[in-house]
Structure formats: structure tokens, C-alpha cells
């Protein structure tokens, strides 16, 4: 006789075969829902699509994932699938250590090879390119961790302070794209050779374009109207402007004559406030313009403090940033005041003799054929010298974050240039190296 159940008083193994029917039943309905989910989604798709054709919003979905888009569909809506173009050697191997912007460290090299998978002749899409001295990279921070980003930051120039990401050049941001201005030393084949980098190995680059100052720098497109439209040459004003060599005097008296009223911040004249001005205009026409700003106190070159300041864009003096001043319709050019002059002062940086020697004892790349096998050999630096200007640029810029700075400021600090590990620490006002040793093999794969 089978067990009976307690509460109902039904035979256990015919209560077992009822649960197992059971069990077939809510498997089958499963399926069932599962397929009309999926008729559901395909059709729900098929409406999207239909409805972004004919240009209209769709209702509100909340609840739907976005389908999949067609390519040129996806293109219109800004969503693009980037595929490498290349991948990035450097001396720099790890994030630690590598210059926050191109120009802290002139000696970092670093080499593109364009992919075959991009173009069958990658070589062909390069040329032309070696008439640039310098070329934008574009590129992905592809070591960011898990993608993370906030609407403030606190760049490590700022000490702390927080700022909009979109002020700032931080690698954090929704997208997470680098932009570099580099040097184009040459260009082999298929392989760009650049320096003035700050981007690490393994680097996915999405892009290259030439730098052409006369779009890309808006000092060049001042002095590109001087120049005239059809042959490109200095137009007579500007030649003559040019041969006037005693130019920068006469600007410097008319300032030293026309002084402004005691109090109206000027810059110094004596830095050469003719240096910056357009040399498009007949000289006359610009020394009055001179004379209007010094004595009409409409530009002022220098901090005016804020309640002194008009609201008004055209007059409205930049907190001591004015890059180039310019005169009539033209604006200013600024740049936010922590940029130049950051809370936090450059390091002296000094080797211990320790250290001097071992760095001398790495072979510079262009006698990386030399018989000394047993000594280590850099790969992207080309002497001592530089090796000792890259490691200067890298630790006088203070390459520690904000919590190393503040919470462990006695830790070691490590870092990798080229083929060598270096070590180094902080005190007041300086950074210290202590040890220039090989990079294990294997240890980074530059
Ligand atoms: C402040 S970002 C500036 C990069 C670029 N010049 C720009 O303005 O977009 C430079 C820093 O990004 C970090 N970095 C460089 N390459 C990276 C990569 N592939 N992934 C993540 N971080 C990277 C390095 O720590 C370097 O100091």
C-alpha cells in the first residue's frame, strides 16, 4: 500500500504523477509565450522600422528594447560601430607615467601600423600625409575600466576641485575618445612614426587627420586673412608692416603715450603687445585702434576684477587668458585660468647618482645593432638626453592622482618609459628618482 497524504488523505504516488502532468503543462504554456513573445518583439521591430521610415516618433517605449538599426539608419542617429584603424606602440606602457597632454614630454614616441583589415593597401591611405608636421589622433581611452563617467571631475591640475567634464580633457566621459595632437616624424609604408604622445601601447586609434592651423588653430585663421585669397601671398599691408622695423616701437610709445587713467588694468606694455596683434591692417588704422583700447578701456588685456567687467560678450574682459588679442569684430581667444596656471606648482625633478648610472647604461635605439648584448636597449628613445627630458617632462607635471597626492604621499611611485622601470618618489616641491632598471620581458608587451 502507498503512503497516504496527511492533509487530504490521497494516495502520495498518485499525487506525484498529477504534480509531474502538471509540470509538462507549465513547460508547454513556456514555449508557447516564449514564441509569442518572439512574434511580439519581431513585429514590434518591423512597426519601428516602418514608422522611422516614413519620419515619424515612435510612441513612447518604455518598455522595449531598441532594435537593432540598420546600418545608414544607425549612421543618421549617431550611433557608429568603430573599428580600429590601428593599435598604438609606445614607450608608454601603462597609464602611470604617461604625460596628461602631448607636449609635457617631447621625446615620447610612438608608432601606428594601419590595419589590412581596413584598407587593402593601407599604405595608399597615407599618402600625402607626410607633407604635415603634426596630425589630430583620434583615439579610444580602452583602458577606463568598466565605463564610468560623471558629470564633474576633478582634473588632477585642479587639485581636487570639480569642474564639468566637458571643461576638462579627462579620459572619463560617455564616450570615452582621446584627442592628441601629435608630431608626424615619418611615415613608413603602412606605419606612422609620431611623437609628442600621451597615449598608452595597445592604444585603438579610430582616426587621423592632418592639423592644418589656417582651420584648426584661430591665430592661423587671423593671419590667413592678411594673406591674399588667390596666390596665398602676404598681402602689400602686411609686407610693409613687416618691414617696418621699428614697429614694435612705435606701438610701445603710443602705448607709453596714451597711458590710461591710474587704476585701468593694462598689460605691461613691455610684453610686446605688438607681437600679438594682426598684421593685416594698415598701421595707421591699427595704432588707432591701439589708442581707442588703451584709452577707452574697451579691451583690457589684463584680470580685471569681476564688477569692473561689462556682461557683454564683445566686451567682456577673459580672467588674464587672452591668448590673442584682436581688434573690430573679432573675438578673444580664452582658455580657463587653471589651465595656465594651475593651483599646483611644477616639481624640480632629480636622479641620485645611483640612477644616473643606470639609465646611461640603456642603449638608444638608433645603436640598437651595437655588440653590447647584455646591456638594456630602448626601443622608442634615441639617447640619454632624451630619456632624461622624457622622465623631467613626466614627473615635473606631477603624474601622481589627487588620492596619492593627499593619502599616501610617501608611497614609491613606479612607472615604465620605454624599456625602463623607473622609481621615484615625492617630497616638498620635488620628485626624486631612485631606480632606472629593465623592464622584465613580459612583463608589459609594448
Ligand atoms: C588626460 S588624457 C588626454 C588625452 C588627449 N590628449 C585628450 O585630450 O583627449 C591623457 C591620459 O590618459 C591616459 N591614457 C592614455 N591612453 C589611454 C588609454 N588607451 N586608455 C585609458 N587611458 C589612457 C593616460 O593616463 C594619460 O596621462
Not at 601606428?112 to 595608399?124: A, D, V
Not at 632629480?350 to 643606470?358: L, N
Request: hydrophobic share 35%.
Amino acid at each position: 500500500m502507498s503512503p497516504r497524504c496527511d492533509c487530504c488523505g490521497e494516495h502520495v504516488e498518485k499525487l506525484n504523477q498529477q504534480i509531474t502532468v502538471m509540470r509538462k503543462e507549465i513547460k508547454n504554456l513556456r514555449q508557447i509565450l516564449d514564441g509569442a513573445g518572439r512574434a511580439h518583439r519581431k513585429h514590434m521591430t518591423s512597426i519601428r522600422s516602418a514608422v522611422a521610415n516614413i519620419g515619424l516618433r515612435e510612441p513612447d517605449k518604455e518598455q522595449a528594447p531598441p532594435p537593432p538599426l540598420a546600418a545608414p539608419q544607425a549612421l543618421e542617429q549617431g550611433n557608429i560601430q568603430t573599428v580600429p584603424i590601428g593599435y598604438i606602440s609606445s614607450c608608454f606602457a601603462v597609464k602611470n607615467g604617461t604625460p596628461r597632454q602631448p607636449t609635457i614630454c617631447g621625446p615620447s614616441r610612438a608608432e601606428l601600423r594601419i590595419q589590412q583589415s581596413i584598407f587593402n593597401n593601407p599604405e595608399h591611405a597615407l599618402v600625402g600625409l607626410e607633407q604635415y608636421s603634426h596630425v589630430w589622433i583620434i583615439f579610444l581611452f580602452h583602458k577606463n575600466g568598466h565605463l564610468n563617467y560623471k558629470a564633474k571631475v576633478k582634473p588632477p591640475r585642479l587639485n581636487g576641485q570639480r569642474v564639468g567634464v566637458y571643461s576638462t580633457r579627462s579620459p572619463h566621459r560617455p564616450n570615452a575618445l582621446g584627442l592628441t595632437l601629435a608630431r608626424l616624424d615619418k611615415i613608413d609604408g603602412d606605419t606612422v612614426h609620431l611623437s609628442d604622445i600621451d597615449m598608452i601601447a595597445g592604444t585603438p586609434v579610430l582616426d587621423i587627420k592632418p592639423y592644418i592651423p589656417d582651420y584648426d588653430s584661430p591665430h592661423s585663421r587671423l593671419d590667413k586673412e592678411h594673406c591674399d585669397p588667390i596666390t596665398d601671398q602676404k598681402t602689400d599691408a602686411q609686407s610693409d608692416l613687416e618691414s617696418e622695423n621699428n614697429y614694435d616701437e612705435a606701438l610701445v610709445s603710443l602705448l607709453s603715450k596714451d597711458k590710461p587713467e591710474a587704476g585701468t588694468p593694462v598689460r605691461d606694455s613691455s610684453q610686446s603687445v605688438s607681437a600679438q596683434l594682426p598684421l593685416h591692417k594698415n598701421i595707421h588704422q591699427m595704432l588707432d585702434e591701439v589708442r581707442a583700447y588703451v584709452t577707452q578701456g574697451e579691451l583690457q588685456l589684463s584680470c580685471a576684477s569681476e564688477d569692473q567687467v561689462s556682461d557683454s560678450p564683445k566686451t567682456k574682459a577673459p580672467e588674464c587668458n587672452v591668448d590673442y588679442p584682436c581688434y573690430g569684430e573679432k573675438a578673444y581667444i580664452t582658455i580657463a585660468g587653471w589651465i595656465r596656471e594651475p593651483p599646483v606648482s611644477s616639481l624640480q625633478v632629480r636622479f641620485t647618482p645611483q640612477a644616473q648610472k643606470e639609465l646611461a647604461d640603456f642603449i638608444p635605439t638608433h645603436l640598437s645593432g651595437s655588440s653590447e648584448s647584455d646591456r638594456p636597449r630602448f626601443r622608442f628613445l634615441r639617447s640619454t638626453e632624451e630619456a632624461v627630458a622624457a622622465i623631467r617632462g613626466v614627473l615635473s607635471a606631477d603624474p601622481r592622482s589627487i588620492h596619492r597626492r593627499t593619502r599616501c604621499r610617501d608611497r614609491l611611485f613606479y612607472f615604465i618609459l620605454d624599456s625602463a622601470d623607473i622609481t621615484c618618489w615625492f617630497g616638498q616641491g620635488f620628485a626624486e628618482v631612485l631606480q632606472v632598471r629593465p623592464v622584465e620581458q613580459n612583463a608589459v608587451s609594448v
